[in-house]
């Protein structure tokens, strides 16, 4: 069964910092990877996504993750933070299991950004 | 385009009750899958309904039910609640591998 890791519970950077979150997945197959953002209170909305070729996939808001499968990791960056980036982020990994298609995500991380 | 929406937003019930929660899926989308967000954890799936059909089931018991209309929205339904039923449910419709989700619905049981 496919799992996701996301090691870091809480993260705080400055306004103006790089970001960089970390994910881990467990998966047999080539992955379908997903990174939503989540406000308080709110619904999930999709950053960025990978599914095949470039390991470097650009997403909304500036972030960018890459895919690196020796590692198993699909790391989410970001050069500067901005302090509308606070909120939730998670990791997602689908994968069929057998007629359907599902989510498995990770537990959170959860950002603060300082002034 | 209309993205999903979920109704009702927030929701108070008493252990026992049943309760019944609602997602229209995004235009053009026929398959909508269902998620129990407890506080502080990711989303856990719950079940995925496709052209009206069940279409694969997580770890919950069989209280937690669903239907799929034939214009692609969907019902929650779970019966005889539970304090640990307390939870934000999320919806998400897809067409493909990529899956848009709802607002939520804020389950509380008391």
């Known amino acids: 069964a496919q799992s996701v890791t996301q090691p870091d519970i809480h993260i705080t950077v400055s306004e103006g910092a790089s970001l960089e979150l970390r994910c881990n997945y467990s998966?047999?197959?080539?992955?379908?990877l997903f990174w939503y953002v989540q406000s308080p209170g709110q619904g999930l909305q999709l950053l960025l996504k990978?599914?095949?070729?470039?390991?470097l996939v650009q997403g909304i808001k500036g972030f960018e993750a890459e895919f690196k499968r020796s590692q198993s990791s699909f790391n989410l960056r970001k050069p500067s933070v901005h302090w509308s980036d606070a909120a939730e982020y998670f990791c997602?990994?689908?994968?069929?299991?057998?007629?359907?298609?599902?989510?498995?995500f990770g537990k959170g991380t959860l950002l603060t950004v300082n002034p | 385009e209309t993205g999903v929406t979920q109704s009702p937003t927030h929701l108070i019930k008493t252990r026992g009750q049943q309760v019944t929660l609602r997602c229209s899926s995004q235009?053009?989308?026929?398959?909508v899958s269902w998620y129990q967000q407890a506080l502080g954890q990711g989303p856990q799936f719950i079940f995925q309904?496709?052209?009206?059909?069940?279409?694969g089931r997580g770890n919950f018991p069989p209280r937690f039910s669903g239907l799929q209309f034939p214009n692609y929205s969907s019902e929650l339904n779970v019966n005889a609640l539970e304090l640990d039923d307390s939870a934000l449910y999320l919806c998400?419709?897809?067409?493909?591998?990529?899956?848009?989700f709802g607002p939520g619905t804020r389950l509380t049981v008391t």
């Open positions: 998400a419709s897809s067409s493909h591998l990529e899956q848009y």
């Open positions: 998966y047999g197959a080539t992955p379908y």
């Open positions: 990978y599914f095949s070729g470039d390991t």
């Open positions: 997602a990994v689908g994968a069929r299991g057998g007629s359907n298609y599902k989510l498995t």
């Open positions: 235009s053009g989308h026929n398959t």
């Open positions: 309904y496709y052209r009206e059909e069940e279409n």
